[in-house]
């Protein structure tokens, strides 16, 4: 294992590190070229999954000052894939500490999936990253997904516009409509496995438990009793997040997803919020990146999925 460059510790992260951890990626992102779409409210979120260890699963690396100068996490999101990320102080870099961090998170990682047939470690860069690229190549993962942040800016009040005939777009009743929400979600996804819910239970208390979660910001479309879309919001400090929009494949084209997206959309702006994103697969196989950039969104940062089978294979 790797060692840290003398004068640098590894420690477990603590509540009062996540401005630090999120003040890193901001500089991250500034330094790739990108508008800074992840931060110390990302970090909030996700270090409130209830399947997050924080002793176990993260770390953070301190300087001879005791500041935090990187961070590296891993999380298992399915039964055999462990996925990853990390960052380091801009004027750390260049002495070791990413790829001393790297072990740290595949030792983790391979303990997590010790048990399982087919183990597949994963690893998320921002895009463009050439020194990053090159430590994880090295240890044999290889890039398999690229994603993107697409953003509109909100300059006022937004109209949300018409919806499709014999369509009706309303917020939920929760927790009746979870799993409305989430068999839509599931439905809509169904030939992309790479991107899709998970079971309904760990799904619904990942939401539940959750602090940006708000039901008043989700909404179902239906026809007639039948929910054929679903769009699923939440705030983050100053901007809102599209965190899952789906369609049903028999009601794509017709601008349901167009409706949703609008709709959330005037529902965020009147919250005061200036600037909405979404996460999405740069080849996403349902269309959803066209839809995006039809309601007026933009790309402005992009990060990618890099991925090795955890005994070491390719």
Excluded: C, K
């Excluded at 770390?59 to 894939?81: F, K, L, N, S, T």
């Excluded at 800016?153 to 929760?174: K, R």
């Excluded at 992309?192 to 602090?211: I, K, M, S, V």
Aim: avoid cysteine.
């Amino acid at each position: 294992m790797t060692d840290l460059p003398a004068g640098y510790a590894f420690r477990s992260p603590a509540a009062g590190d996540v401005d630090a951890v999120g003040n890193m990626l901001v500089a991250d992102q500034h330094a790739a070229g990108f508008e800074p779409t992840l931060d110390a409210a990302f970090v909030r979120q996700v270090w409130s999954r209830p399947d997050f260890d924080i002793g176990a699963d993260a770390w953070v690396v301190i300087d001879g000052a005791g500041e935090v100068v990187a961070y590296g996490q891993v999380r298992r999101e399915e039964p055999e894939i462990v996925g990853s990320w990390g960052v380091v102080h801009l004027e750390h870099r260049g002495l070791g500490i990413g790829s001393a961090l790297l072990d740290r998170l595949e030792g983790r990682a391979t303990a997590l999936l010790s048990a399982v047939e087919s183990p597949r470690f994963r690893h998320s860069l921002t895009a463009g990253d050439d020194a990053a690229e090159s430590i994880v190549r090295d240890r044999g993962l290889r890039p398999i997904r690229h994603f993107w942040h697409m953003q509109i800016d909100v300059t006022g009040p937004i109209e949300p516009g018409p919806v499709p005939e014999g369509i009706e777009i309303g917020g939920i009743e929760p927790p009746d409509d979870l799993r409305a929400i989430h068999a839509v979600l599931e439905a809509a996804f169904l030939e992309d496995l790479g991107d899709h819910p998970e079971p309904f239970e760990r799904w619904a208390e990942a939401h539940l438990t959750n602090p940006t979660y708000d039901p008043s910001l989700w909404l179902l479309a239906h026809d007639g009793d039948e929910p054929v879309g679903a769009l699923i919001a939440s705030v983050g400090d100053d901007r809102g997040w599209v965190d899952w929009l789906a369609v049903l494949a028999s009601h794509r084209g017709r601008g349901v997803g167009l409706a949703l997206l609008r709709q959330s959309f005037a529902m965020l702006a009147d919250r005061g919020l200036r600037r909405v994103l979404v996460n999405v697969d740069a080849e996403n196989v349902t269309g959803a990146t066209a839809v995006y950039e039809h309601a007026g969104m933009r790309v402005v940062n992009r990060w990618d999925l890099w991925e090795r089978l955890a005994d070491g294979s390719s």
